[in-house]
């Protein structure tokens, strides 16, 4: 049982576009949720992380959207440059019960 | 400092042999974890631990064992490999969260292991 689903597996975006990556949760006791970036042959490493009582959460060129009722949360990167070339793996657990549980990963190659 | 270091960085391994895979950090983390990363699967936790000492199952532990006999190190044992066990992994480690109030998992770089 997969309990948390991401998509699109991988995504090629324009520079200058918007990538979006989609989430999906089944636990409604999940209430911590990362992004984690991953360059190729590197360690993942946190990008961004939301808590469920704001619905929305900016840092720099990145913003996740959260949706408590629908179980969803995604990462939206505005101006997407070529170094944002990455695998991004969205993350959930219950914060200090549960370890994370990871998606998938969305492989991300923005063209020139 | 170092972060969080992994040893060795490429190991191939024939069916049945064993082997030990060392983390080790040097930021006084409470708790550490092992990974494996295969294609399209994502990252899959092994073990983890919360504190020296102590160990607990992930979602694949079968075919690995681990030891923390001292807070800055994690060892992962394969004690018969098999071709299955082909992957990448990677250690992690962390604050307690709950004292944090995040989850931030710092990630070394991991470990290529093949076996034939």
Redesign the interface.
């Known amino acids: 049982q997969q309990q948390v689903k ?1 998509s699109p ?1 991988s995504l090629i975006v324009q520079k200058g576009g918007i990538s979006i990556i989609n989430c999906a949760y089944e636990n409604t006791a999940f209430d ?1 949720f ?1 992004w984690y970036q991953q360059f190729p ?6 990008l961004i ?1 939301i808590r469920p009582d704001v619905s929305e959460k900016k840092e720099g060129r990145f913003t996740i959207s959260f949706n408590k009722s629908a179980k969803q949360f995604s990462l939206h990167i505005m101006d997407s440059q070529p170094g944002d070339s990455a695998t991004y ?1 969205c993350a959930a ?1 219950i ?2 019960n549960t ?7 969305t492989r991300l190659s923005v063209i020139a | 400092n170092a972060g969080v270091t992994q040893t060795p960085k490429f190991r191939v391994l024939k069916t049945g042999q064993s082997m030990t895979l060392l983390c080790a950090q040097d930021m006084n983390h409470e708790y550490m974890y092992w990974y494996r990363q295969d294609p399209g699967m994502g990252l899959r936790l092994i073990h983890y631990s919360v504190g020296e000492g102590t160990t607990a199952k992930g979602e694949v532990p079968d075919g690995y064992n681990v030891s923390r006999l001292k807070k800055q190190n994690f060892l992962l044992g394969l004690e018969s490999a098999a071709p299955s066990q082909t992957s990448v992994y990677f250690c992690a480690s962390s604050y307690d969260p709950k004292r944090g109030g995040n989850d931030e998992q710092f990630f070394g770089p991991g470990t290529r292991l093949t076996v034939l």
Not at chain 1, 41 to 46: C, I
Not at chain 1, 99 to 105: D, H, I, R, W, Y
């Open positions: 991401q597996q911590y990362p042959g590197k360690g993942p490493a946190l992380a793996f657990s914060l200090g370890p994370l549980v990871f998606g998938k990963g």
